[in-house]
């Protein structure tokens, strides 16, 4: 099955009460772990990548990678880009052939916010593409990104939030945070609130740090995406770093990189697990 459009994927979750997982990729190997675990779960998944990490290939090499994997695949992928920060990353994605995209304009006061958020939904209209964006501002580190601030979600801004910009998907600041080293508390009522008043599907960022028992219970409050970066990158990281350990002259590069996507792969099959409660399969 080729790339697919936001919108379809966002249906196809829709109709199967799933949780999507939205993976964080950079290269070849992590495209890789990311889609052997997405096929092998026949759960729909998004895969994204953030203007941070687009420096080392550019957003044409990531799209062509993606689609010459989903080709293959039987099971649903959306490529889409992570945090947007600006008009012309959105403009880039769109152009390279993404099925959606996120804008995040949670570092203006909330006017600025939705004007920002509604310039770049109507550029993606043009596209017919889904816009995801974020109210509030998500607290931790999102590579060089960090942002102090964890500034909760305002349900009483919700409904107008995403009148106003006609986004697709709300990215929802509870409690959640980027990166590893800060703990997590996810704050059920606010949630559960935020999903009462939300028109639109609700997206939960920085999953990496939060305990598994509550990533489970996601899929109850109207959240259809979570995203998970961090523990695929530490997964990558210390895979090269325990190869090296064991054996520090090895230069057999093919075999250190085989078991980075597998670790990665690992990681991403266990976090399907846990969104969407599947019976423990014994796959390797
Ligand atoms: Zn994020």
Not at 126 to 137: D, F, K, N, Q, R
Request: glycine share 6%.
């Amino acid at each position: 099955m080729p790339l697919i459009n936001g919108f379809k994927l966002l249906d196809i979750i829709k109709e199967r009460h799933v949780c999507a997982g939205a993976y964080n990729t950079t290269d070849l190997i992590t495209t890789m772990g990311i889609l052997d675990a997405v096929e092998q779960s026949k759960v729909p998944a998004f895969i994204q990548i953030a203007p941070t990490n687009i420096p080392l290939s550019g957003y044409g090499y990531i799209y062509d990678m993606v689609k010459r994997y989903a080709d293959k695949m039987e099971t649903p992928v959306t490529l889409h880009l992570d945090h947007g920060k600006d008009f012309q990353n959105i403009k880039d994605a769109c152009q390279a052939g993404f099925g959606s995209v996120m804008t995040d304009n949670a570092q203006y006061d909330y006017d600025e916010n939705v004007k920002h958020t509604r310039q770049a939904v109507e550029f993606a209209e043009s596209y017919g593409i889904p816009v995801e964006a974020e109210l509030g501002a998500i607290a931790g580190k999102e590579d060089d990104y960090v942002n102090p601030d964890n500034k909760y979600t305002n349900p009483d801004q919700v409904l107008d939030f995403v009148k106003k910009t006609g986004v697709n998907l709300l990215a929802v600041a509870v409690g959640n945070v980027h990166g590893l080293n800060l703990d997590p508390n996810i704050n059920f009522d606010l949630l559960k609130k935020i999903q009462k008043i939300c028109p639109v599907p609700l997206v939960l960022h920085g999953a990496s740090g939060i305990p598994d028992e509550q990533i489970n219970q996601m899929v109850n409050y109207g959240v259809v995406k979570i995203n998970v970066a961090s523990d695929l990158r530490k997964a990558y990281i210390q895979t090269i770093g325990k190869d090296y350990e064991q054996e520090n002259n090895r230069f057999d590069l093919i075999n250190v990189t085989l078991d980075a996507r597998k670790a990665i792969k690992d990681v991403v099959y266990h976090k399907i697990n846990v969104m969407n409660k599947l019976a423990p399969v014994d796959i390797y």
